[in-house]
């Protein structure tokens, strides 16, 4: 599996490359559960690799690549603004906005890539190709505030706690930063967080999930 997924993340990586500038390539960020995969998690996974990019590169893109970016709205919890492109027998999602509605929640989120979340991007070589993850800082909110479980073949807090226990280089003050970025009303939004947060702490122990719980009861919801 780990080689099926590597293989389709490159060939990905290698088609933005052969049709897009530079400029525009290299802020195509690996996310969704490849990126999960990446850095650390190890759960089922589907066929699918997603990318994340910047709302303001979707005029070119469409123009390039000749496709359309639309919302998807048909699947639960998750809608994004994307469009689809194929190569062959392959297919990547381009997602240039993610709007989140947690289940039983008033409230939606609507998350996109920024200058400063580019600045933060993670750099991998796989076989010596180059590729931009999606900062684990977003992933990680993304995934906390979906919450998303195998009822919809998805593991969003599983890989919460893959990702935080994987690594030491967890940016606890940008997280804290994109919340209060993200996920306002904080009065709406800080109670579910730390919701789940708590529901994989009970499953997983672990001190970096205890220090993401303290970044959350340190924001105040009239920041």
């Known amino acids: 599996m780990e080689d099926r997924?590597?293989?389709e993340i490159i060939a990905g990586i290698t088609v933005f490359e052969k049709h897009l500038p530079e400029s525009i390539h290299n802020q195509i960020l690996l996310t969704g559960g490849s990126a999960a995969f990446l850095y650390g998690s190890d759960r089922p996974f589907s066929k699918d690799i997603d990318f994340e990019l910047p709302k303001t590169a979707v005029p070119e893109i469409e123009?390039?690549?000749?496709?359309?970016f639309e919302y998807h709205r048909e699947k639960p919890i998750f809608?994004?603004?994307k469009a689809t492109f194929s190569e062959g027998n392959e297919a990547y999602d381009l997602i240039a906005e993610s709007v989140i509605q947690p289940a039983g929640h008033p409230?939606?989120?609507?998350?996109?890539?920024?200058?400063?979340?580019l600045g933060k991007r993670k750099i991998f070589n796989i076989n010596g190709q180059t590729l931009y993850l999606i900062p684990k800082e977003l992933l990680v909110l993304i995934k906390l505030l979906a919450g998303r479980g195998e009822e919809l073949g998805k593991y969003d807090l599983y890989?919460?706690?893959?990702?935080m226990v994987a690594g030491k280089d967890f940016?606890?003050?940008f997280?804290?930063?994109l919340v209060s970025q993200f996920c306002r009303p904080l009065e709406k939004s800080l109670p579910l967080l730390s919701e789940n947060v708590r529901k994989i702490l009970t499953e997983h122990p672990a001190g970096q999930l205890k220090w993401l719980s303290e970044a959350l009861a340190s924001l105040q919801p009239s920041a």
């Open 107 to 117: 409230e939606s989120y609507t998350v996109y890539l920024t200058d400063d979340i």
């Open 79 to 81: 809608h994004s603004l």
């Open 171 to 173: 940016d606890y003050a």
């Open 159 to 163: 890989d919460v706690w893959k990702i």
């Open 175 to 177: 997280f804290a930063g």
């Open 63 to 68: 123009n390039i690549l000749k496709v359309r």
């Open 5 to 7: 997924i590597k293989k």
